[in-house]
């Protein structure tokens, strides 16, 4: 069995049935990466919305099913869903600005992530720590008390990667995650 199977994604405007995703269908199996190219607009990002449930108001699914480890998530419940977004999926967003909340700190943001999904864990002022060092976060502490605008583009992504990566999900949609990352750190960051 496929780790996430699409099979005739469609998705539509809920208004005026416009089709923005038009019969997308793969399939990823346990440990294998696969890359979705397509122009600007095509819905790459639609899709991998659609799989976590997220997608915008007056946005829908109109046809298809996603299947992750069996379960139907078109058919899911959001309080099932909401269990698997960051513990088991998760994603990188291309614009850590609009991702972030900008009030919060982002260790806060970390711990919220964190406290949703594990109520167990002892240290996770550690966890936070530790998963920024692995993105390459110079000074983990001071980003811990950082708000998001304190922090380029570049850091801000590094954040978002951590956030993504701080449950260890099985699966990882990653939308452009390097695209606010100098050459060097990209390399690092795609290792």
Not at 46 to 69: C, E, M
Not at 100 to 113: F, H, T, Y
Not at 158 to 184: G, K, Y
Request: with cysteine; hydrophobic share 40%; proline share 4%.
């Amino acid at each position: 069995m496929s780790l996430l199977s699409i099979k005739n994604l469609s998705v539509e405007t809920a208004y005026d049935s416009r089709v923005l995703v038009n019969n997308v269908s793969f399939e990823i199996e346990k440990g294998e990466a696969v890359g979705v190219v397509g122009e600007s607009g095509s819905g790459k990002t639609l899709s991998a919305l659609s799989i976590l449930g997220l997608l915008p108001r007056g946005v829908q699914i109109s046809s298809g099913s996603i299947l992750y480890n069996g379960k139907d998530l078109v058919t899911c419940d959001s309080e099932t869903l909401r269990s698997i977004r960051g513990r088991e999926i998760s994603m990188i967003y291309q614009d850590p600005m609009t991702a972030l909340n900008p009030v919060m700190k982002l260790g806060d943001q970390l711990r919220e992530v964190i406290d949703s999904h594990q109520s167990n864990n002892s240290d996770i002022n550690q966890m936070i720590f530790d998963a920024f060092k692995e993105v390459g976060i110079p000074d983990p502490e001071r980003a811990f008390h950082s708000y998001p605008h304190e922090f380029s583009g570049g850091m801000r992504q590094r954040v978002m990667i951590a956030m993504a990566l701080i449950l260890s999900p099985e699966l990882l949609i990653a939308d452009e995650p390097t695209t606010a990352l100098d050459v060097t750190i990209q390399q690092q960051i795609l290792a």
